[in-house]
């Protein structure tokens, strides 16, 4: 048996048709519903529309990525019991539909972020770049957050004056605008650079959290946990939170979801099989490459859902992505560690034996210059990856099997 092979689908604006992924041998599809604003209710019938889609093309809807968890959620807001009613009843609507898989995350604020969308690789092809002493001169000098330079380590804030200094305002103002609006990261959307001063709504937003730190932060997903999990048990709904990316503190947030200590913490707050994990390798690796074999082996039993792709990890916190079996994230080791899990839950006869996963984010390529996507996103460096990963399987899956 092998991993369920998955492909992130934007829905029907996707310049990548459901067909298309037919052909490249995709079994199940990663969506959301991108047009329902974030704390709204999920209707069934909306749900089942893109479902039956999914399904005219002979596959299935395997996770929704994701059912976003409202900032009003994360730093307890007086909205939260309508938020939670309604993500309870996003769950309950999903499970109707048949759908058994759910990732989301907790990161305050930013879900992804990256300084340079556009890094040119040695080869020619393209990939997303953080670069930590970047991002720490847009939060200290750009947006000039109060506090900033004491939330990071004194050399890096020095190499950050350094980079702002050698930035005309407009490269600056560049800056942000990436940052803040094209990555697309903004949870709640509601800064979406049409605002006069984008800048300011941001801060605004990043100020909510002044009484959150990494226990309340904490306690805040425990009593999420506790109000949505006995839910999707009851709706056959496997919930799985998305590591931080990147995994540590920025903007002076906390962020609790980027270790593998983390990982268990989470794990042991709520004693379910629906509380779980998504397994991504290119959030994970950055802080903590050489644990990921041990990850699985910890908490393995609660990853629900696989993000494979790898990075090249630089120093100062740097690092940019590298498409999927090649860099710092050992692929090989990774993955026979993934068939380990599977091939456990099946002698267990678990029901979820399936263990989809997709490759993440891509190296843009070829082509890829001529279809519009989302950061990340290209057709075939993805493409690239799935066939990259799915050969990588094949053998360990046939050399496991001959021993
Ligand atoms: C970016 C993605 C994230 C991810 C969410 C999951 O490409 O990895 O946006 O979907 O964090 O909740
Ligand atoms: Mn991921």
């Known amino acids: 048996m092998a991993l ?13 048709q459901l067909s298309d992924l037919k052909q490249m041998g995709i079994e199940g599809v990663v969506t959301a519903l991108h047009h329902i604003p974030n704390g709204e209710v999920w209707p069934v019938d909306e ?39 309604n993500y309870q009843e996003s769950l309950r609507n999903l499970g109707k539909c048949g759908i058994d898989t759910v990732c989301y995350n907790f990161m305050p604020v930013l879900d992804w972020v990256r300084t340079d969308l556009h890094y040119t690789l040695p080869s020619g092809g393209e990939v997303m770049y953080f670069d930590f002493p970047t991002f720490v001169a847009f939060d200290a000098f750009i947006l000039n957050r109060p506090g900033a330079e004491a939330d ?8 950050a004056r350094a980079v702002r200094q050698a930035m005309t305002d407009e490269q600056a103002d560049q800056l942000a605008y990436h940052i803040i609006v094209v990555t697309q990261g903004f949870i709640d959307g509601v ?13 605004n937003y990043i ?12 306690q805040h997903l425990a009593d999420f946990l506790r109000d949505v999990v006995p839910v999707a048990e009851e709706a056959g709904v496997n919930l799985c939170i998305h590591p931080d990316d990147p995994p540590f503190p920025v903007l ?56 494979l792709r790898n990075n090249v990890l630089l120093p100062d916190g740097c690092f940019h992505e590298y498409g999927h079996i090649h860099g710092c994230v050992d692929m090989y080791a990774v993955m026979k560690a993934l068939l380990q899990e599977q091939q456990r839950r099946i002698r267990e006869g678990r029901k979820d034996v399936r263990m989809p996963v997709r490759p993440d984010h891509g ?10 996507s989302n950061p990340g996103y290209p057709l075939i460096g993805r493409l690239k990856g799935l066939a990259e990963l799915a050969g990588l399987e094949m053998g360990i899956e046939r050399s496991m099997a001959e021993r």
């Open 152 to 159: 990071y380590p004194a050399d890096i804030v020095e190499k």
């Open 47 to 85: 749900i089942m529309n893109v479902k039956n889609a999914i399904e005219a093309h002979g596959m299935r809807w395997s996770v929704v990525e994701s059912l976003p968890v409202s900032e009003g959620i994360k730093i307890q807001s007086d909205d939260r019991p309508r938020l939670i009613r």
């Open 4 to 16: 369920e092979k998955t492909w992130r689908w934007f829905g029907f604006n996707d310049t990548i």
């Open 191 to 203: 800064v979406d650079g049409s605002e006069p001063d984008f800048k300011k709504a941001f801060l």
């Open 363 to 372: 190296v843009k390529m070829l082509d890829d210059w001529n279809r519009q």
């Open 207 to 218: 100020s909510r959290y002044h009484h959150v730190d990494k226990n309340k932060l904490r």
């Open 252 to 307: 002076g947030l906390p962020r609790i979801v980027s270790t593998q200590e983390d990982f268990e913490w989470i794990v042991n707050a709520y004693d379910s099989v629906a509380n779980g994990l998504t397994f991504c390798t290119g959030s994970l690796s950055v802080r903590s490459n050489d644990k990921l074999v041990d990850i699985v082996k910890s908490v393995g039993h609660r990853i629900h859902f696989l993000h």
